[in-house]
């Protein structure tokens, strides 16, 4: 069962396209990683054999062939060998992606990230709706183990003292790396709105 609804999950999908942007060719994040669509990191994430699969199914060059060079089997083969080297994976999206292949990754990225806080933060499902949203922009951030080492601000939410929950990430070390995002997310920690 997903933590968000569809409206929630839109609102997520939105927020994390305004703080992560969405680029569709590879680029240096600001730590340096090679990144691409909204926030993927290629270094530390690479792409699936499913995401593989449906980047040469829409007609990405692969070593110099299209997909219909190849049967469905002959695709997931290569998918399974391009899944498996970084390297690769980088040559596979070189020319760049389509808006729709980074919505793609990002509905993705977004399951995995709801997943890592439904197995992490016990208390989950007793949060509302915007509160969720926050911490799922956190974790997209930060990862689930960056979002763990904020222990007073879960405390925090869990008790439902969510001005306290707001102070703890504005005076952190991300909130004077993220700026903007820290501010917005804080604001919607605080409100509920």
């Known amino acids: 069962m997903s933590l968000l609804s569809p409206k929630y999950k839109a609102l997520l999908k939105k927020l994390l396209i305004k703080h992560e942007g969405l680029v569709c060719k590879i680029y240096k994040c600001s730590v340096g990683k090679n990144t691409i669509g ?8 690479g792409l699936s054999i499913k995401e593989v699969e449906c980047f040469i199914t829409n007609n990405h060059c692969v070593d110099g062939l299209l997909k219909n060079n190849l049967n469905m089997s002959e695709i997931r083969m290569l998918a399974i060998e391009i899944a498996n080297d ?5 040559q596979l999206c070189q020319g760049g992606i389509t808006t729709e292949e980074a919505l793609y990754l990002l509905d993705n990225d977004i399951e995995a990230v709801e997943s890592q ?15 969720k949203v926050v911490l799922c ?14 222990k007073n601000m879960l405390q925090a ?4 003292n969510y001005s306290v929950a707001a102070d703890e990430m ?23 709105e």
């Open 137 to 150: 922009d956190m974790a997209f951030n930060l990862g689930m183990a960056g979002l763990l080492k904020f």
């Open 86 to 90: 970084e390297h690769r994976i980088k």
């Open 38 to 45: 909204v926030g993927r990191n290629l270094d530390a994430q």
């Open 157 to 160: 939410v869990a008790s439902e």
């Open 117 to 131: 806080i439904t197995n992490n933060i016990h208390f989950i499902r007793e949060v509302d709706d915007i509160r």
């Open 170 to 192: 504005l005076h952190s070390k991300w909130a004077q790396q993220v700026g903007q995002r820290a501010i917005d997310l804080a604001n919607m920690m605080r409100h509920g």
